[in-house]
């Protein structure tokens, strides 16, 4: 049984007068923050306050990279041409750096959002035009990718570190995963449950999937989104039961 674990959440997506989730709550929970980097989320005043309150909490930062989609919060499938998204890519990361860096902390890790995190796990193409972009950017970037997912064998190919997720609020299918949002029962939201699920995936190695099957998942790194409703209820459910049993939470990067 593992005895730590990373704890993530994805931060810094307010817009101006549009709140997103509560990060100065969640921050006192996790201890990684993917910070939305202005493509599917996020304004540059409020990912700066982000990052600093991060800093005076000592969580780690990573950057949340997207499609170009604020309307669609990053949810929408794209087919971008691989140099338009090795840009874009490259474009966000030294966005959060600039900001991290007037925040006084850095970006330490990468981490894609929405569609884009989902098409990269198994469309080789688009992947190979993000990790192009973290190798043009800093090669020592480790990159967070769906556990189980072929875009763990493609980076280590080229040489780009790689640490396995799991979403503690999201149902998995029994081949590894993630049902879709569209799909009823998509989204967990109790906070008990949650915990319980994700206790499994440390003491057993995974979960039941949505059609009643223990499913194997291998992770370093659990997600919950910040933006899901009772997110600091579940964060703070699964550091609770966790610490309970001697699990520390604490960053990979």
Request: proline share 4%.
């Amino acid at each position: 049984m593992k005895k730590r674990i990373d704890l993530n959440s994805d931060l810094g997506e307010s817009f101006g007068q549009w709140a997103m989730g509560d990060d100065a709550a969640i921050l006192q929970i996790v201890s990684s923050a993917n910070v939305a980097c202005g493509f599917h989320a996020g304004s540059p005043a409020g990912i700066l306050e982000t990052l600093r309150a991060a800093k005076e909490r000592g969580v780690t930062v990573g950057a949340h990279v997207a499609y170009p989609d604020l309307v669609g919060f990053g949810r929408r499938n794209m087919d971008i041409a691989s140099d338009e998204l090795t840009a874009d890519v490259i474009y966000q990361i030294g966005a959060l750096q600039g900001l991290a860096g007037a925040a006084g902390t850095s970006v330490r890790y990468v981490k894609p959002h929405g569609a884009l995190y989902n098409t990269i796990a198994d469309n080789k193409r688009q992947a190979d035009a993000v990790l192009d972009a973290m190798l043009a950017v800093d090669p020592a970037l480790p990159l967070v990718v769906l556990a189980g997912s072929p875009l763990l064998e493609w980076a280590q190919q080229k040489g780009v570190k790689t640490i396995a997720e799991a979403f503690a609020d999201r149902a998995y299918h029994s081949n590894g995963s993630l049902v879709s949002r569209r799909e009823p029962g998509a989204v967990l939201h109790d906070a008990g449950q949650v915990a319980a699920r994700m206790l499994r995936l440390i003491t057993e190695g995974g979960i039941e999937s949505i059609e009643g099957q223990f499913t194997p998942i291998e992770a370093e790194s659990i997600c919950v989104h910040g933006d899901s409703a009772g997110a600091i209820a579940m964060a703070g459910e699964i550091r609770r039961v966790f610490e309970s049993r001697g699990i520390a939470i604490q960053p990979f990067a």
